[in-house]
């Protein structure tokens, strides 16, 4: 009769424990979410700290695509649940096309900067085109301009070892949106201004012959990055770019970084525009990466190791851990992107 | 009542796993192993199935390496860069991933951004490869070399080459943009408005006048090269190198490698994942992208030529940069910019039609009783996607106004013989012979090759790229000898490519590849695909 007991006490435990079971991991069940990021964010997203957080206090996974940034509002969005595109012209664009989305937010800011090498930037600096200001490296957009709608060469500037006409490379901006801002960013400038529909007959000829000079580009900007890195100076001398792209590269690859670090300059534009990188749920099932991706703590890791400037605009904390020389503590140049019309504009111009 | 309920649940939860775990065994397996993988490294039930550029044929050693350390296999398909850009705009992609020469068609391919974790392996530009003597007598030695004095050497006769096809293969597409660029007197971006130039046409076509063979991927023209007896070659840095050892080896003339410096371009050999939503395949390619982007896995493939890393060539590997073999490790990159996407297929669409030296396709089609059925059908439609304008454009294989295709009909002999000239309806005129004509007889591709050979006599083959194109499906009657003879008293290399079908007798096909310098293409799994690749070496 005892063993009878002890027998059912056994088998009472093991249902107990299998329906604690059963009920513990239906309560772990983890939403897979899936959207259009750009390529920028992608070592964000593929962070296991991240993940790790998304899982366990949101059960949620998050599955991407990459696309560019202006791309991504007109792919074909069924079967996704988000868009993550790198700036607010994208979500005014979207709501042009769709309406007001589910829900939108601001999750992460980086400026636009420009990344070149050593001997390219100490050319720069004597031509008056660069400076440095308290360590960091600032680029005079207006005579950057100047040069390259006059033609002038690398060789004019004494770097004869490159060939061709001074251009900065970017994504194509019809496309991604790292080329789209530095189109604002130029478009601003050569307006002296903000540029808005008014100055677009004026300015539209100039920019067009400004992209037009580059040839064919690339519709990422994390491709365009890598190429930059690996290509060497002569292929990419200098492209537009995100400040967090360095910041993440040192941050994930400090062994690398050392190795190249003497020769790698970012050159902050004056003024630049912010990348506000707004992420547009396109469900309900969607808004759950907003909360999520606002965590403190994925916020604090977006900064730390992937090198978004977050919430506030400026550093949340001292940049010095990624020993990136010529970090900027503050963007305090700034100017807005033109609106989403003038932008419009500019992309079915160019 | 409840507690049933519940147990039974979790049994069938038990089961569930249980099951799950026997049909995991067979997980990671990315579908059907394809049998048209051109090469399988080690041995395993989940496989990789990778798309590549023919100039990555060089890793396989490394690749092998760690198919063996995860006993997995690797299984790699050969395709030109071009053809892997079409590839990503179809429907369905068989391969877990893409490794083109440069990510120039990887971008412009992706439309469906299917393609992630894409990073660049290696670089290697695109140069010119001389014979040293001829190198230094054209006074490319030991100075800087523009586009245009290699223009004039080959215009005053002196330099004869080898290139890709620029419509099939990158090397061949970079080399022929870096001329266009020369052409135009070095524009800051070749536009749609420069193409239309009366002035580059005449050039262009004498330029490419000087092109002795081509071929339809790096690698092979790189063997071709080895076997045949010529001058010059534009080709990957890499592939100079490899083929610089193996002559080297040999103890023949190497190659002086000159880089134009107003004609270079890079690739950069991106190997990305083609998402189709497997997490374990995934995992995998993760895995094998790690290996070949460590340190130690990146300093071999340094070791094969490649310029690899953040830093450069490291000191330790300057040997494998030869500077007598005009190699320069230190060189700085500087590339010519490749013109917008719709640009660049204008580009692309002028050079089959208009520019490149228009092909003489001798097409030996067997028609023996065999062929009836399955096998005619299959042949009347790769057929149609040669001779039929509107499907070879598609693939970049539509005709020039000048280009002449025969037709040769065979079975235990020569049935009959059509030519059509120029790229009309002429041209289309011939897909109805193919068409009608019955079947029936035996095989003799000896005596349809001679037939071949006696017509192209009647041309003057220096303004053609020549080729005969043979298609059989069984052990042929005849003899090699015959061949041999007809081919001695032509005196020309004409390139015998054969496209082996049915039962077709391999060593047979082999022994008329391996005599002419052509190769052999397989046309058992997809005929159509078979006859695009032959054309696309002429």
């Known amino acids: 009769m005892k063993t009878k007991l002890i027998g059912l006490g056994i088998l009472a435990a093991v249902v107990v424990a299998a329906v604690v079971y059963v009920a513990v991991s239906r309560s772990r069940t983890v939403t897979e979410i899936s959207g259009y990021v750009g390529g920028e964010k992608i070592g964000l997203l593929e962070d296991e700290e991240v993940q790790e957080i998304l899982r366990d206090r949101y059960r949620l996974t998050i599955d991407y695509a990459k696309a560019g940034s202006i791309d991504m509002i007109t792919a074909d969005a069924s079967g996704r649940d988000f868009l993550f595109p790198s700036n607010q012209t994208a979500l005014e664009l979207y709501e042009q096309i769709n309406g007001k989305p589910v829900k939108s937010e601001i999750i992460l800011n980086t400026p636009i900067v420009l990344y070149t090498r050593s001997a390219v930037a100490d050319a720069l600096v004597a031509e008056g085109i660069a400076s440095e200001t308290e360590g960091v490296c600032y680029v005079d957009m207006e005579k950057l301009t100047e040069a390259i709608e006059t033609g002038k060469t690398w060789a004019d500037i004494g770097l004869p070892q490159l060939y061709g006409s001074i251009t900065v490379g970017t994504t194509d901006p019809t496309k991604s949106n790292s080329g789209n801002m530095f189109a604002g960013l130029l478009a601003n400038t050569l307006c002296g201004g903000v540029a808005n529909e008014s100055s677009l007959p004026e300015i539209l000829p100039r920019l067009k012959s400004i992209f037009q000079k580059l040839g064919y580009m690339e519709s990422s900007s994390s491709d365009l990055f890598d190429q930059f890195l690996k290509t060497g100076m002569g292929a990419k001398p200098l492209i537009a770019g995100y400040e967090n792209q360095l910041l993440e590269f040192a941050a994930e690859d400090p062994a690398t970084w050392e190795q190249v670090k003497e020769d790698i300059v970012m050159l902050y534009p004056t003024p630049t525009v912010w990348s506000s990188h707004v992420y547009i749920a396109l469900d309900e099932k969607g808004t759950a990466g907003i909360d999520a991706l606002l965590d403190e703590d994925i916020q604090r890791l977006a900064w730390e190791k992937h090198g978004f400037r977050t919430g506030v605009y400026d550093t949340p904390s001292a940049g010095e851990h990624f020993g990136v020389p010529g970090l900027a503590e503050e963007i305090t140049q700034v100017a807005p992107m033109p609106d989403a019309d003038t932008m419009d504009q500019i992309i079915k111009a160019l | ?538």
């Open chain 2, 1 to 538: 009542m409840k507690l049933i309920k519940l147990v039974k649940r979790v049994t069938a939860l038990l089961l569930t796993v249980s099951a799950l775990a026997v049909l995991c065994a067979g997980c990671g397996n990315g579908g059907e192993g394809s049998a048209e993988a051109d090469t399988v490294l080690g041995s395993g039930r989940s496989v990789l199935r990778i798309i590549s550029g023919s100039e990555n044929a060089e890793l396989e050693p490394v690749l092998e390496k760690f198919a063996q350390q995860e006993k997995i296999r690797i299984e790699m398909t050969y395709k030109g860069s071009l053809d892997i850009m079409r590839l990503l705009g179809e429907e369905e992609i068989p391969y877990d991933a893409v490794w083109p020469a440069s990510s120039l068609w990887l971008s412009v391919g992706d439309e469906a951004h299917r393609v992630k974790h894409a990073e660049s392996v290696s670089i290697s530009p695109v140069v010119f490869g001389i014979r040293q003597s001829l190198a230094k007598e054209l006074g490319f030695v030991g100075r800087e070399v523009s586009v245009r004095d290699l223009l004039a050497a080959i215009q005053s006769g002196k330099l004869r080459f080898c290139m890709t096809s620029a419509t099939q293969s990158n090397s061949g597409a970079s080399a022929y943009i870096g001329f266009l660029y020369a052409l135009l007197g070095n524009p800051e971006v070749i536009t749609a408005q420069n193409l239309q130039s009366e002035e580059l046409k005449t050039q262009m076509r004498e330029l490419l006048s000087g092109v002795e063979r081509s071929s339809g991927s790096s690698d092979w023209l790189k063997d071709m090269f080895l076997e045949g007896d010529y001058d010059a070659m534009v080709n990957y840095e890499c592939l100079m190198i490899e083929a610089n050892r193996e002559l080297e080896e040999r103890g023949e003339e190497t190659l002086y490698v000159v880089y134009p410096y107003d004609g270079l371009s890079l690739a950069d050999s991106p190997l990305g994942y083609v998402d189709q939503g497997d997490d374990g395949q995934e995992e995998l390619f993760l895995k094998l992208q790690e290996y070949l982007l460590s340190g130690e896995i990146q300093n071999e493939i340094q070791r094969t030529g490649r310029r690899t890393g953040y830093t450069g060539v490291s000191e330790e590997n300057m040997d494998v940069f030869r500077a007598d073999w005009g190699l320069q490790p230190e060189r700085v990159l500087s590339p010519i910019k490749m013109p917008a996407a719709d640009v660049l297929f204008e580009c692309l669409n002028l050079y089959q039609t208009d520019f490149k030296k228009p092909s003489l396709n001798v097409y030996c089609l067997d028609y023996s009783g065999s062929m009836s059925g399955k096998g005619n059908e299959q042949l009347v439609e790769a057929m149609e996607q040669l001779l039929i304008q509107e499907n070879a454009r598609q693939n970049f294989l539509q005709a020039s106004q000048d280009e002449v295709n025969i037709l040769i009909p065979f079975s235990g002999e020569v049935i009959d013989t059509y030519t059509a000239v120029g790229n009309g309806s002429q041209l289309e005129a011939l897909y109805d012979r193919v068409k009608d004509q019955q079947v029936g007889g035996g095989t003799d591709m000896y005596a349809a090759a001679v037939r071949g050979l006696e017509l192209l006599k009647e041309y003057d083959l220096t303004q053609y790229t020549p080729a005969i194109i043979l298609l059989t499906d069984g052990q042929s009657g005849g003899s090699f000898y015959e061949f041999e003879d007809a081919y001695m008293e032509l005196g020309a290399e004409i390139p015998v490519f054969s496209i082996m079908f049915g039962d077709a007798d391999e060593t047979q096909l082999e022994e008329l590849a391996n005599y002419t310098n052509a190769r052999v293409f397989d046309g058992r799994e997809n005929l159509t695909e078979a006859f695009r690749s032959v054309k696309g070496y002429n």
